[in-house]
């Protein structure tokens, strides 16, 4: 791609905003990188190394990757150091980021609200990663904004490795409510239970239960505005949930209610995409069993490199001390018959899965 974009100055050096910096830093964009606590903008700038003098001259864009609260102040100050910005904005909600920012004296033209669909439940720089957006969707809100801002943004998330989505910002919001921000009230409804429980018992806690959970490590104050910030979308969901809970609750007894639950849960949760995004993917599933030596997993991908094949999806089980291991890999139906006679051939233990 043809580069435009040479300075970029990122406010906010939290896991997202350090993330694109260390992406950006490793694509030659020189990156100018603040924040108001002195310690995450110092871990972060360690992280990026040597930029020779990356502090001189204005930048073609300004990221701005506080919480959601903070962004409307941000650009009122960015705009008094630079009046020429143009901001891009990395908040888990957008409506009301659009509203407040309406105020700050910047066009709208010059304002791109944006969304990457990636984290990690622990915050804070000491968590980025620069591959943190590969094949992740990126949520673009890009209605008015002019073509000399979109397409810096456009090019920052392709250096970045995301994947671009246009949505509005309305669409953005009540689409996060469902995947992202009910999600979070479950985990940590779910989580605060445990609270309650015995010792005793929390210690026959299993892997199915650190999943469900896992998110309820995120960050209380983040949260918090981004919960309040979405709450007309958020609102109808939670009571569809009180509703269904009730329900449960009512049915508790009956076994074939509680298959019914179960089962429900099995199509939702068939619908939820590939790993790029869009429509739900029919994956078929090859279990492989290998033996407990190094350089297995690198063979398998050679493998399927060689079958010209994609894997989708890619699970590893292994117990210490065993002598064998299962990877489990999915396919597209259509690859699953190529690779699994490719693989079979070359004397790998292939069974098929689900």
């Not at 020429?84 to 791109?112: H, N, Q, W």
């Not at 992740?136 to 989505?165: F, K, Q, T, Y």
């Not at 029919?282 to 190094?294: F, G, M």
């Not at 590893?316 to 190529?338: N, R, V, Y």
Request: charge should be negative; proline fraction near 5%; include cysteine.
């Amino acid at each position: 791609m043809t580069r435009s974009l040479t300075h970029v100055r990122i406010v906010g050096a939290g896991l997202i905003g350090t993330s694109i910096a260390l992406a950006l830093r490793s694509a030659g964009v020189k990156v100018t990188l603040c924040d108001a606590d002195s310690r995450a903008e110092s871990l972060a700038k360690d992280l990026m190394g040597d930029q020779n003098g990356s502090e001189d001259g204005l930048e073609d864009l300004c990221i701005v990757a506080t919480p959601p609260d903070a962004i409307s102040t941000v650009v009122r100050e960015e705009l008094n150091r630079n009046p020429e910005l143009r901001v891009m904005d990395i908040s888990s909600i957008k409506v009301k980021p659009v509203l407040d920012v309406s105020t700050s004296g910047l066009a709208r033209s010059r304002f791109a609200p944006t969304h990457p669909m990636a984290g990690r439940e622990v915050s804070g720089p000491e968590s980025a990663r620069g591959d943190l957006f590969q094949g992740r969707p990126w949520i673009l809100c890009l209605e008015g904004v002019d073509s000399d801002l979109l397409a810096l943004v456009e090019e920052v998330v392709a250096l970045c490795g995301g994947i671009p989505l246009k949505r509005s910002v309305e669409e953005h919001d009540r689409a996060v409510a469902l995947v992202s921000h009910l999600p979070q009230i479950a985990a940590s409804l779910l989580a605060s239970q445990l609270s309650n429980g015995q010792g005793s018992d929390l210690e026959l806690s299993g892997a199915g239960l650190r999943d469900t959970t896992r998110i309820a490590d995120s960050d209380p104050q983040l949260w918090a505005q981004i919960l309040a910030g979405n709450s007309q979308a958020l609102r109808p969901l939670l009571i569809s949930l009180q509703n269904d809970l009730s329900r449960v609750i009512d049915e508790l007894d009956n076994p074939a209610a509680m298959a019914n639950l179960i089962t429900a849960g099995n199509r939702g949760r068939a619908e939820i995409p590939g790993k790029h995004g869009g429509q739900a993917r029919n994956y078929t599933y090859l279990a492989i069993v290998i033996d407990d030596k190094p350089g297995q997993l690198a063979a398998i991908i050679e493998a399927c490199a060689a079958a010209k094949v994609n894997i989708e999806d890619l699970a590893i089980e292994h117990t210490p001390g065993q002598q064998t291991g299962l990877i489990t890999l999915a396919f597209s139906p259509e690859d699953s018959a190529i690779v699994a006679a490719h693989l079979e051939k070359e004397g790998w233990k292939v069974h098929p899965s689900r």
